[in-house]
C-alpha cells in the first residue's frame, strides 16, 4: 500500500511553526537527521525502488543541494553565535581552559565546516546540471527526455 508523501513545509508548520526555542531547535536537527537516515535507507536498502529512474536521482540530487545551501547559511550563523560567545564574560570553561579562546576555536570549526558544506553544494549542483542532460526511455518513466525537474 502505497501512501501520499507528507509535504516538507506543512511538516514544519505542523511540529514547528515559528517556535525558536532551544528545545524546538534541537528537535528540528533530530528530525532532519531522522529523515537523512530515512533517504540513506531507502537508496541501500531499495535503490530500484526509490531510484527507479534517472530522473529520481535528478531531483533526489536536486532537493540535496537545497538541503546543502541552508545546512551552510545555518553552520556560519552558528559560528557566528558561538563567536559571540568568546566575548561573553559569563561564560566559562569546565577544565579550566580559556572560554574565549575556546569558542573562537569552536566558531573557526563551525565556519570551516560551513565551507565545506558550500563546496558539497557546488558539487551536489554539478551533478544535478549532468543529471538534467540524462533521461530514462522506459514506458513506466513520468520523464522521457530528461525535461522534468
Request: aromatic share 6%; net charge negative.
Amino acid at each position: 500500500m502505497t501512501t501520499e508523501a507528507p509535504n516538507a513545509a506543512d511538516l514544519v508548520d505542523d511540529h514547528w511553526g515559528r517556535n525558536y526555542s532551544p528545545e524546538h531547535l534541537r528537535s528540528a536537527a533530530a528530525a532532519v537527521a531522522a529523515l537523512l537516515q530515512y533517504a540513506g535507507d531507502a537508496t541501500g536498502d531499495a535503490p530500484e525502488e526509490s531510484l527507479a529512474h534517472v530522473p529520481d536521482t535528478r531531483r533526489l540530487t536536486n532537493s540535496l543541494k537545497t538541503a546543502g545551501e541552508q545546512f551552510g547559511q545555518l553552520l556560519e550563523q552558528l559560528a557566528a553565535r558561538v563567536e559571540q560567545f568568546s566575548g561573553d564574560s559569563t561564560v566559562y570553561h569546565d577544565g579550566g581552559g580559556d572560554p574565549a579562546d575556546t569558542a573562537t576555536k569552536a566558531a573557526g570549526l563551525l565556519a570551516q565546516a560551513s565551507r565545506d558544506a558550500e563546496s558539497m553544494t557546488s558539487h551536489l549542483n554539478e551533478a544535478y546540471g549532468l543529471l538534467f542532460s540524462l533521461g530514462h526511455n522506459t514506458p513506466n518513466s513520468t520523464d522521457l527526455q530528461g525535461t522534468g525537474r
